[in-house]
């Protein structure tokens, strides 16, 4: 069973009306201001709709505690699930003190810790991201952001538990992937997912922080096309109007889909979990073989050399 | 921008020049230039044999893969791993040019395919899988190719049993194909675990520069990790974190020397000591194919032999020289001054 078959006909039914929405959509610009959206629900918004009980947790162990990371256990649908998230601030004294949502070395080492203890105790993992990006910054290189990172996504790739990633808003750069490496990649409706933001790659293509209008147009980095190239599984609806006007409903929906994919991911065996982990994502990048022309990446062994 | 960096783009853009000029795009010219940091002058020739280290202060020039692995190997003596992979261009890009258009110059500038060539090769008579990032194509992004054939080159050297050596040198994650270059971040996580699985090492050189997404995956997962002197190592450049914090960087900022420092790589190298010291920790590292993976085996292996010796003793009509033969040894195990 591929991954894309995951939830049956209802939810490819929604998701394929979802995606040929979007399409009609053409200023991308106005995607990425509602994922944006200042009254949007945050990651401890849903854990506290999603949950029953839960218990935050602080600090790497190693440096200090990032509030632009939240991480922690809590009972959902009757059972324990650690919750991992980057964390914005609505006002601007609470937009500070989570750094506006990008983690620095400690949030990924902390995301790494909690990991581990889903690990240990036999706990799924589920990921709710939401940032502009890892945080850049000279005190976080110097502690190692980059290696924070990669370790993350090592992290979650080895685990041995279901994992499953939401993308709730903005989903922007290596910061956004170093919680994505799940089994099933869900993407909210009006959530982007990118290799940079587009004020950064802005920046870097245009070499003007100004045309981050043109990039948003490039990037394409809404649920539709991330949904046509792979790189989420699931589409979810959001409430008429955008996940902003009812955050309720929102979580409500995502408590649908998120137990669905859990309950779909207990009853596969861990191996064959991690084995279609490893090949969802070898898969992702379409390149040109000039022998056997337009393909995906290999899925599976490699071909031998020639 | 620092002096060195702005130094830097300057010696790339010149080597790019000279890339488009040459009859065999893969080597430069040799012709007449001068260091950025000490002025000397030199010939092209004279800075290839010194491995494009300036003779008289040690700057680093940039090095293509092909140069670099001839560096590395014997000369000539490696053999290209999957070269026809071409980028495609999912996401219709287009900046200030269209994707494809890009491509096709950093093809026709280069001589390359992709920013990456994967290579089998023997590092101080040492066989091992070499990934090879390139930085004079497309600033050595990581697009789909560069993480497909990464991710091969792990599951060559696991296959193989060989030890894969990465040099990096890289602006990141490939911007022009969006996400999906993006999650090659994953992908080349993934596939370094075939390695671990098969007890592989993995031995990372970090070059200048080695930013983004690729630091902030492969470049960052090497069980030995090396850097060259004065290379740029981060996951947000200077220029970024200027704009973005306002905080003023000092002058060393992510460079080799001071990540030394901050515990991010073992050593700082020199390139003209690279291929020793990459086949010096080969050699510590290999592991003789006769010695025993676990103590189990070992006290079989041990039992075994003592077993050929008694049976050798008890066979009195056999000559002197075979009784030798099947006596205890050479190998593990007591008497021969291994514990």
């Known amino acids: 069973m591929t991954s894309r078959e995951h939830g049956g006909r209802f939810v490819r039914r929604v998701t394929d009306r979802l995606v040929r929405a979007p ?10 201001q509602l994922a944006r959206h200042a009254e949007r629900p945050y990651t401890l918004d849903y854990i506290a709709r999603l949950c029953t009980d839960f218990e935050e947790l602080h600090g790497d162990r190693l440096y200090g505690d990032d509030p632009a990371m939240v991480a922690g256990i809590g009972r959902f649908h009757d059972a324990p699930v650690v919750f991992i998230g980057q964390q914005k601030g609505r006002d601007t004294q609470e937009r500070t003190y989570r750094n506006f949502g ?3 070395p400690e949030g990924y080492r ?17 990921t709710l991201i939401d940032t502009p990006g890892a945080f850049p910054g000279a005190g976080a290189e110097e502690r190692g952001q980059g290696g924070a990172i990669s370790r993350s996504i090592q992290a979650m790739w080895r685990l041995t538990v279901p994992t499953v990633a939401v993308v709730i808003g903005e989903g922007s750069s290596g910061g956004a992937l170093g919680l994505g490496v799940a089994d099933r990649v869900l993407m909210l409706e009006n959530a982007t997912y990118s290799v940079i933001s587009p004020e950064g790659g802005s920046a870097i ?16 980095p809404t649920a539709a096309n991330c949904y046509r190239w792979g790189v989420v599984d699931v589409v979810v609806p959001e409430p008429a109007g955008g996940a902003h006007t009812d955050h309720d409903e929102a979580a409500g929906i995502v408590d649908q889909y998120l137990h669905r994919a859990l309950t779909d991911l207990g009853s596969i065996p861990a191996a064959d979990r991690r084995r279609q982990r490893r090949e969802r994502f070898r898969r992702l990048g379409p390149l040109r073989d000039p022998e056997g022309g337009i393909g995906m990446a290999s ?5 031998p050399p020639g | 921008m620092s002096r060195v960096g702005r130094n830097i783009t300057v010696s790339i853009d010149r080597l790019r020049q000279l890339a488009h000029r040459a009859d065999r795009p893969r080597r430069l010219a040799a012709d007449e230039r001068s260091c950025p940091r000490c002025d000397s002058h030199y010939s092209g020739d004279e800075m290839q044999r010194n491995l494009r280290v300036c003779p ?25 791993l999957w070269p026809e992979l071409r980028a495609a261009d999912p996401l219709e890009f287009t900046d200030l040019k269209p994707y494809a258009v890009r491509i096709r110059e950093a093809e026709a500038q280069t001589g390359l395919g992709e920013a990456i060539v994967c290579a089998e090769l023997e590092v101080r008579h040492i066989p091992v899988v070499a990934a090879i990032m390139d930085f004079t194509f497309m600033g050595g992004s990581m697009g789909a190719v560069v993480g497909e054939k990464f991710a091969r080159a792990c599951d060559h050297a696991a296959q193989r049993g060989l030890p894969l050596v990465v040099l990096a040198a890289s602006g990141g994650a ?9 999650m090659q971040m994953a992908k080349t996580v993934i596939a370094l675990d075939t390695l671990a699985d098969a007890g592989m090492p993995v031995i990372v050189v970090l070059a200048h520069p080695t930013t983004g997404g690729v630091w902030a995956s492969f470049a960052s997962l090497g069980d030995v990790t090396y850097a060259e002197p004065g290379a740029l190592i981060a996951f947000s450049g200077p220029r970024v974190i200027e704009q973005t914090t306002r905080e003023t960087l000092p002058a060393d900022f992510g460079r080799a020397e001071r990540q030394l420092a901050n515990g991010q790589v073992d050593a700082v190298v020199d390139r ?3 291929a020793e010291r990459i086949g010096r920790v080969l050699h510590i590292l290999d592991r003789p194919e006769t010695a025993p993976q676990s103590s189990q085996p070992k006290q079989w292996a041990q039992e075994g032999a003592e077993r050929v010796g008694r049976v050798a003793q008890s066979l009195p009509g056999l000559p002197r020289r075979v009784m030798e033969r099947m006596r205890p040894g050479p190998g593990p195990g007591p008497g021969n001054g291994t514990e």
């Open chain 1, 110 to 126: 902390k995301a790494m810790r909690v990991m581990d203890l889903a690990e240990r105790l036999g706990i799924p993992v589920v």
């Open chain 2, 174 to 182: 490939r911007m022009q194909e969006g996400v999906l270059a993006l």
């Open chain 1, 299 to 303: 899925g599976r062994e490699s071909p």
């Open chain 2, 56 to 80: 008289a202060c040690g700057h680093h020039f940039p090095v293509t893969a092909h140069e670099r692995l001839e560096q590395l190997g014997e000369p000539g003596g490696y053999v290209e």
């Open chain 1, 23 to 32: 399409e009609q959509q053409d200023d991308l610009w106005e995607s990425v």
């Open chain 2, 272 to 274: 003209r000591e690279l």
């Open chain 1, 102 to 104: 990008m983690a620095g």
């Open chain 1, 205 to 220: 293509l245009w070499r003007d922080a100004g045309k981050a209008r043109l990039a948003a147009q490039a990037f394409k």
